[in-house]
């Protein structure tokens, strides 16, 4: 791995929401008759969600197409009021939409969504089709408490999902804001994933740790990092992107890593970091040829 600001390891469509929070859709012309036409025409928008319960909270949206069918499409969402995860599809490039038989939700969790800002799961299509959903599941809905990281695969569109545990929580030292420790439980959060531009054997796949402990506030303390070899059934030990070159005492925090992976198989992972009160002195970079990313 490279000891470097960012990790380095080897081995259309749009969405918006409308009133309420129901899922609709905007579809592009493309193809051969857009390069006939002088600028885009945009069709009318189409309602993906036939829900009308006045709390639904349907968010954060991920629109997918599939790598050898412009026409399959996926919108990966959650429903914040109930605390679940789920996945409509499209076979008509956007025109009419399904919800899958199935959710991305492992049958040991009772919850895969809570309310956050920002991303907190992700979704993408590996280059043989298979459809990847990452995020936390837990015993209970509630916006806070330890939560485990996992990845849920499909290669019928969502008809059937296999799952795989990541990650699960330990007890482990924080620091709060004020520069006090105490000690609590995980809780991984806003999950990220990349896939391998030719081999559907790898993908990545990146956490946000943080404290599970609602009533002692702190930074998130890791921006984490697995690899999978074997198309997302077993997982490497989660790795620190950022620790090895900023030592923990002198990291206030970091975040959710972003991440892809080169077509020599490594991967790269991007997260901001947090300097405690003072500043941190950064080492000394590498010259570009290594080809390493440095934190922002």
């Known amino acids: ?38 600028e885009p025409v945009v069709t009318p928008s189409q309602q993906i969600t036939k829900d009308l319960r006045p709390g639904r909270g349907y968010t ?21 009021s109930t605390s679940t995860c789920l996945v409509h599809v499209s076979r008509d490039a956007g025109r ?28 993408r299509f590996g280059v ?37 545990v990541v990650a699960k929580p330990v007890e482990r030292e924080f620091t709060r804001f004020d520069g006090t420790k105490f000690t609590a439980l995980e809780r991984f959060n806003y999950a990220r994933l990349a896939t391998h531009p030719t081999d559907p054997k790898r993908l990545s796949v990146g956490f946000r740790v943080e404290t599970a402990d609602a009533f002692t506030p702190a930074p998130p303390v890791r921006s984490m990092v697995s690899a999978s070899t074997d198309g997302g059934v077993t997982w490497s030990k989660l790795v620190d992107n950022i620790e090895e070159s900023i030592p923990r005492d002198q990291l206030a925090g970091s975040d959710a ?40």
């Open 1 to 38: 791995m490279d000891r470097t600001g960012g990790g380095r390891w080897g081995s259309g469509g749009l969405a918006v929401m409308a009133l309420a929070l129901t899922l609709s859709m905007l579809v592009m012309a493309g193809g051969a008759t857009a390069e006939r036409l002088a």
């Open 60 to 80: 954060n949206a991920h629109v997918l197409v599939h790598p050898d069918d412009p026409n399959v499409m996926v919108i990966a969402h959650a429903d914040f």
């Open 96 to 123: 009419t939409w399904a919800e899958a038989p199935a959710k991305p939700v492992p049958p040991q969790y009772k919850a895969c969504s809570r309310p956050a800002f920002g991303d907190f799961m992700a979704a």
């Open 128 to 164: 043989d089709g298979t459809l990847f959903f990452a995020s936390a599941g837990s015993d209970t809905p509630g916006s806070r408490g330890p939560t485990d990281g996992y990845v849920a695969r499909s290669t019928d569109l969502g008809e059937t999902w296999q799952f795989s």
């Open 257 to 296: 890593p972003a991440m892809v992976i080169g077509t020599d198989g490594a991967i790269y992972a991007f997260t901001k970091e947090r300097a405690p009160s003072g500043g941190v002195t950064l080492p000394t970079q590498p010259p570009l040829g290594a080809r390493s990313l440095v934190n922002a």
